[in-house]
C-alpha cells in the first residue's frame, strides 16, 4: 500500500533549510560590503578627480593656484576695522566652486567678502552642503552647525578634501598684533598654505611627483565648546591642509593647535599634543588599507597606508628634488 507523504517539512528539513540560508547569507554579507566600498572609493576617486580639475581651470583663469589661506595662518583673529580682511577665514576651496559647478554658492560668497559684517563661518552660506566635497565612506559627513545643545557653535560646512601644504609642520600665529607676525605665513613647500600664490611652473618636481590634494575624517564636536577644526571650509586656518610628515592614517595624532579644536572620539582620527607650533593635519579615510589623492597633474590614485615614509614625504614638496617611489 502507497503511503503519501507529508506536505509540510520535517524539523529536521527546517533547520537544515536555515543553517543553509544563514550559512549564504555569512559569505554574501562581506562580498556585499566590499562592492559597497568599492563603489564609495570610486565616488570619492571621482570627487577628487573634479577638484583636481577645478584647481586646473581655476590656474588656467588666474596664471596661479588658490591662496591655501587669503588671511594667513592665524591661531585666533580678532575683527580690525581698519583691516576687515581678518573677517575672512576662507580657504583655498572658496575659489574653486565656480569650477566644480559651484557658481550660485561662489556668488554668495564673494558677494560677502565685498562688505564683510562677520567672519566667513557665520556667513549665511556657509552651512550649504557641498555634494562633491562629501566622501560617501565617512560616516560622520556631512557635517555643519551648530553643534547639538550649543546653538553659539557655527563653524559651518565641513568637507572631506584638504588641499598639501607640504611635508612638514606649518605655525600658526596668535593674531595680528603677534610678536612674530610673518611666522605663519612662512612659504611652505606644498602647493596650499597661508597667503601661497603657487603656480604649476614652480613645481620643479614634476606635476605627476607632487600631491595636490587628499583626504580626511571629519570628527562630531562636542556639545561642551570643544569643536573639531579638520575639514572646516570656511573658517580654514587649522584644518584645511595636510602635510606628508607622516603616512597616510597614521596612528600619530594630528595637531591643529588648540585642545577645544580637536575632538579625540573617531579611532582613524586620533588628536595628538595640541601646540600652535609645528601643528600638522594627516591624511586620513575609511577606505581599506590608504586614502585617495589628486595629484598636481590631475591624476587620482590610491595611496597605501603602508607607503614608504621617504616616498609619501617626496609627494609632499613642490621644489625640493627628492623625487618619490614607486607606490
Given at each position: 500500500?502507497?503511503?503519501?507523504?507529508?506536505?509540510?517539512?520535517?524539523?529536521?528539513?527546517?533547520?537544515?533549510?536555515?543553517?543553509?540560508?544563514?550559512?549564504?547569507?555569512?559569505?554574501?554579507?562581506?562580498?556585499?560590503?566590499?562592492?559597497?566600498?568599492?563603489?564609495?572609493?570610486?565616488?570619492?576617486?571621482?570627487?577628487?578627480?573634479?577638484?583636481?580639475?577645478?584647481?586646473?581651470?581655476?590656474?588656467?583663469?588666474?596664471?596661479?593656484?588658490?591662496?591655501?589661506?587669503?588671511?594667513?595662518?592665524?591661531?585666533?583673529?580678532?575683527?580690525?576695522?581698519?583691516?576687515?580682511?581678518?573677517?575672512d577665514r576662507s580657504c583655498w576651496l572658496r575659489f574653486a566652486l565656480p569650477y566644480f559647478e559651484q557658481t550660485a554658492l561662489s556668488s554668495q560668497y564673494e558677494a560677502f567678502m565685498l562688505a564683510p559684517t562677520t567672519?566667513?563661518?557665520?556667513?549665511?552660506?556657509?552651512?550649504?552642503?557641498?555634494?562633491?566635497?562629501?566622501?560617501?565612506?565617512?560616516?560622520?559627513?556631512?557635517?555643519?552647525?551648530?553643534?547639538?545643545?550649543?546653538?553659539?557653535?557655527?563653524?559651518?560646512?565641513?568637507?572631506?578634501?584638504?588641499?598639501?601644504?607640504?611635508?612638514?609642520?606649518?605655525?600658526?600665529?596668535?593674531?595680528?598684533?603677534?610678536?612674530?607676525?610673518?611666522?605663519?605665513?612662512?612659504?611652505?613647500?606644498?602647493?596650499?598654505?597661508?597667503?601661497?600664490?603657487?603656480?604649476?611652473?614652480?613645481?620643479?618636481?614634476?606635476?605627476?611627483?607632487?600631491?595636490?590634494?587628499?583626504?580626511?575624517?571629519?570628527?562630531?564636536?562636542?556639545?561642551?565648546?570643544?569643536?573639531d577644526a579638520r575639514g572646516r571650509m570656511h573658517n580654514g586656518v587649522h584644518g584645511m591642509t595636510f602635510t606628508t610628515i607622516y603616512p597616510p592614517n597614521s596612528t600619530v595624532g594630528d595637531n591643529v593647535g588648540r585642545?577645544?579644536?580637536?575632538?579625540?572620539?573617531?579611532?582613524?582620527?586620533?588628536?595628538?599634543?595640541?601646540?600652535?607650533?609645528?601643528?600638522?593635519?594627516?591624511?586620513?579615510?575609511?577606505?581599506?588599507?590608504?586614502?585617495?589623492?589628486?595629484?598636481?597633474?590631475?591624476?587620482?590614485?590610491?595611496v597605501p597606508d603602508a607607503i614608504a615614509p621617504n616616498t609619501w614625504s617626496a609627494l609632499g614638496t613642490r621644489a625640493d628634488g627628492d623625487l618619490p617611489g614607486d607606490y
Amino acid at each position: 500500500m502507497n503511503r503519501r507523504r507529508p506536505d509540510a517539512f520535517t524539523l529536521i528539513e527546517l533547520l537544515v533549510v536555515i543553517a543553509i540560508i544563514a550559512v549564504l547569507i555569512g559569505l554574501l554579507l562581506p562580498a556585499v560590503q566590499k562592492v559597497r566600498e568599492a563603489a564609495a572609493r570610486m565616488k570619492c576617486s571621482n570627487n577628487l578627480k573634479q577638484i583636481g580639475l577645478a584647481l586646473h581651470n581655476y590656474h588656467d583663469t588666474n596664471s596661479r593656484l588658490p591662496t591655501g589661506v587669503p588671511a594667513g595662518f592665524y591661531a585666533s583673529q580678532g575683527f580690525n576695522a581698519a583691516a576687515p580682511a581678518t573677517y575672512d577665514r576662507s580657504c583655498w576651496l572658496r575659489f574653486a566652486l565656480p569650477y566644480f559647478e559651484q557658481t550660485a554658492l561662489s556668488s554668495q560668497y564673494e558677494a560677502f567678502m565685498l562688505a564683510p559684517t562677520t567672519y566667513t563661518c557665520y556667513a549665511p552660506f556657509s552651512t550649504a552642503v557641498v555634494p562633491v566635497l562629501l566622501c560617501p565612506s565617512d560616516p560622520n559627513g556631512p557635517k555643519t552647525n551648530p553643534t547639538p545643545g550649543n546653538s553659539g557653535n557655527t563653524q559651518g560646512f565641513h568637507t572631506n578634501y584638504v588641499g598639501l601644504n607640504g611635508n612638514g609642520y606649518a605655525t600658526v600665529r596668535a593674531g595680528p598684533g603677534s610678536a612674530t607676525p610673518n611666522l605663519g605665513d612662512a612659504p611652505l613647500k606644498g602647493l596650499f598654505f597661508g597667503k601661497s600664490n603657487v603656480r604649476i611652473t614652480d613645481i620643479t618636481d614634476g606635476t605627476s611627483n607632487t600631491l595636490m590634494a587628499s583626504e580626511l575624517l571629519v570628527v562630531p564636536d562636542q556639545a561642551s565648546n570643544k569643536y573639531d577644526a579638520r575639514g572646516r571650509m570656511h573658517n580654514g586656518v587649522h584644518g584645511m591642509t595636510f602635510t606628508t610628515i607622516y603616512p597616510p592614517n597614521s596612528t600619530v595624532g594630528d595637531n591643529v593647535g588648540r585642545s577645544d579644536f580637536c575632538v579625540n572620539s573617531v579611532p582613524k582620527a586620533p588628536c595628538g599634543t595640541q601646540s600652535q607650533d609645528n601643528t600638522y593635519v594627516l591624511a586620513r579615510s575609511n577606505h581599506s588599507g590608504g586614502v585617495n589623492a589628486v595629484l598636481a597633474d590631475g591624476s587620482v590614485r590610491f595611496v597605501p597606508d603602508a607607503i614608504a615614509p621617504n616616498t609619501w614625504s617626496a609627494l609632499g614638496t613642490r621644489a625640493d628634488g627628492d623625487l618619490p617611489g614607486d607606490y
